[in-house]
């Protein structure tokens, strides 16, 4: 187990805020006040400090810092992409990181999980699917299953664990991932272009745009993915396109969206996505609190 400290502002750096924001999801608040995670191959046990956060692991420094990018300056990357958003979602970047999860694989299924769904029953089908994995962490956690332990899950199992119209889908995806060279394909995913991701991607049952994006921003580190949900399609229609505020998102417009947000920020798109998805957040909840005054 190592142990480090890892100084830094909360303006560089709200770990509540980026493991609670939908990026991953093998992260719990225990009663003591740590936060307990798993990444890939690696368990963290993480207090704040007055500097900054203590760290537990069975992974190194330099690995927690990759997977909270910790080796870009935050405030760096806001300033460079900030004059091309609105002053809100700036603000709402405060130590909220772009995360960089270590697992294509447990990142792709996790995701699977998350169409029409919240984040505290995400969580709980995550905890489910990883059950089937190896216990090799410490207080039993496990690491997450393999495509061919996942292939062979039977889709009763899920379904009585809560997964419904999931259940044969996620089975069906990691059987359609190996047929195609399984950990090789994923690993491919992940070193070609994005574009040739997410059209691959969407060849999968069960895998639409909005949720291919979600893989190629946060399992195969493509910052040009800008997946368009509810949240992110106000936000659109409020700061970039007016004149689609109150329609729907069609296949097209969700293209438009991403081209747009492409060819202002490049591979720095996929962090922008992130801020205006929270603005839209923040800025729903005060209009709300405003009307019911």
Same mark, same amino acid.
């Given at each position: 187990?190592?142990?480090?400290?890892?100084?830094?502002?909360?303006?560089?750096?709200?770990?509540?805020?980026?493991?609670?924001?939908?990026?991953?999801?093998?992260?719990?608040?225990?009663?003591?006040?740590?936060?307990?995670?798993?990444?890939?191959?690696?368990?963290?046990?993480?207090?704040?400090?007055?500097?900054?956060?203590?760290?537990?692991?069975?992974?190194?420094?330099?690995?927690?810092?990759?997977?909270?990018?910790?080796?870009?300056?935050?405030?760096?990357?806001?300033?460079?992409?900030?004059?091309?958003?609105?002053?809100?979602?700036?603000?709402?970047?405060?130590?909220?990181?772009?995360?960089?999860?270590?697992?294509?694989?447990?990142?792709?299924?996790?995701?699977?999980?998350?169409?029409?769904?919240?984040?505290?029953?995400?969580?709980?089908?995550?905890?489910?699917?990883?059950?089937?994995?190896?216990?090799?962490?410490?207080?039993?956690?496990?690491?997450?299953?393999?495509?061919?332990?996942?292939?062979?899950?039977? &889709?009763? $199992?899920?379904? +009585?664990?809560?997964?419904? %119209? #999931?259940?044969?889908?996620?089975? *069906?995806?990691? /059987?359609?991932?190996?047929?195609?060279?399984?950990?090789?394909?994923?690993?491919?995913?992940?070193?070609?272009?994005?574009?040739?991701?997410?059209?691959?991607?969407?060849?999968?049952?069960?895998?639409?745009?909005?949720?291919?994006?979600?893989?190629?921003?946060?399992?195969?580190?493509?910052?040009?993915?800008?997946?368009?949900?509810?949240?992110?399609?106000?936000?659109?229609?409020?700061?970039?396109?007016?004149?689609?505020?109150?329609?729907?998102?069609?296949?097209?417009?969700?293209?438009?969206?991403?081209?747009?947000?492409?060819?202002?920020?490049? &591979?720095? $798109?996929?962090? +922008?996505?992130?801020?205006? %998805? #929270?603005?839209?957040?923040?800025? *729903?909840?005060? /209009?709300?609190?405003?009307?019911?005054?």
């Amino acid at each position: 187990m190592n142990e480090f400290e890892i100084s830094v502002s909360g303006e560089e750096l709200d770990l509540d805020h980026c493991v609670m924001s939908g990026q991953v999801f093998r992260w719990t608040r225990h009663g003591d006040g740590r936060w307990i995670g798993i990444d890939g191959d690696h368990w963290y046990a993480v207090e704040r400090t007055e500097t900054g956060y203590a760290v537990q692991s069975t992974g190194s420094e330099a690995e927690f810092r990759k997977h909270f990018r910790l080796e870009e300056s935050l405030a760096d990357v806001v300033a460079e992409i900030a004059d091309r958003l609105p002053e809100s979602a700036s603000v709402a970047a405060s130590g909220f990181r772009l995360m960089r999860p270590s697992g294509p694989r447990e990142t792709l299924f996790s995701f699977l999980c998350s169409p029409n769904n919240h984040l505290l029953r995400i969580t709980s089908m995550v905890q489910a699917l990883s059950e089937f994995g190896e216990p090799v962490f410490p207080n039993e956690a496990r690491r997450f299953p393999s495509l061919e332990v996942i292939a062979g899950i039977e &889709e009763s $199992a899920l379904r +009585a664990k809560g997964f419904g %119209y #999931r259940s044969p889908r996620i089975p *069906g995806a990691a /059987r359609a991932l190996l047929e195609r060279g399984g950990e090789s394909y994923l690993a491919d995913l992940k070193a070609g272009p994005y574009r040739t991701a997410f059209d691959q991607l969407i060849t999968i049952d069960g895998i639409g745009p909005k949720l291919a994006d979600c893989i190629c921003l946060f399992a195969f580190d493509h910052g040009l993915a800008v997946p368009v949900d509810t949240h992110m399609w106000q936000a659109a229609t409020r700061n970039f396109f007016p004149e689609w505020h109150g329609s729907a998102l069609t296949e097209l417009r969700y293209r438009a969206v991403g081209d747009y947000l492409r060819s202002r920020l490049g &591979e720095r $798109a996929g962090w +922008a996505h992130l801020y205006l %998805y #929270r603005e839209n957040q923040v800025m *729903g909840r005060t /209009r709300k609190y405003t009307e019911s005054k």
